[in-house]
């Protein structure tokens, strides 16, 4: 993004929104930030804005916002996007089609079996296997395990649906948890 020209309280534009969207999100980053709703004028509230970025990140300070301020304001925008951003998924199953039998090994047993692995401390039920990479017995019990929850026939297979309900229950007891211990409190304690 380039500034056209040097911002300064009064003009309306396209850019003063641009400038505002960037200083909102550089806020939820930096809390000092007042945090502005981007109307597109460069008000009190969008000069408060740019002097406290100023101030703090690039002197000195002049609530102008010429060239200069403005590539200053998008690399820290740019940051705070990187730094704010949630990670990026990872699709740990191939495809729709794809399946893992009993008895099989593959790369993605791994991911599997390190899923059920965390499961395991907090649903009951479910096992922790130690040969990973290779469907084991462990593992086939707990693919069945998932299938008997889903009503869906015990084949021991791992197909779409059985890791699409792992994914589930690993998004809601795992990765969303604010602490496995809630869930089953007794796995986790230090007294024996």
């Not at 079996?113 to 086939?140: N, P, R, S």
């Amino acid at each position: 993004m380039m500034c056209p020209l040097p911002l300064t309280a009064g003009p309306n534009g396209h850019s003063v929104s641009d400038l505002q969207t960037m200083l909102r999100v550089i806020s939820f980053r930096h809390p000092w930030m007042p945090r502005l709703v981007p109307d597109g004028i460069f008000g009190e509230q969008t000069l408060e804005a740019v002097m406290l970025f100023q101030r703090e990140l690039f002197p000195p300070v002049t609530g102008v916002v010429d060239n200069a301020v403005w590539d200053a304001i998008v690399d820290v925008y740019q940051h705070c996007c990187s730094a704010l951003s949630p990670p990026l998924p990872c699709c740990g199953y191939p495809s729709r089609d794809y399946t893992i039998s009993p008895g099989e090994s593959c790369a993605h047993l791994g991911l599997i079996q390190a899923m059920f692995m965390a499961l395991a401390h907090i649903l009951v039920g479910l096992q922790e296997t130690a040969d990973f990479g290779t469907m084991d017995d462990a593992t086939v019990q707990n693919i069945r395990w998932i299938q008997r929850q889903n009503q869906a026939e015990e084949t021991g297979v791992i197909d779409h649906s059985v890791w699409d309900t792992l994914a589930r229950l690993y998004a809601v007891f795992v990765t969303y948890a604010q602490t496995a211990s809630l869930s089953r409190p007794e796995l986790f304690s230090s007294n024996p």
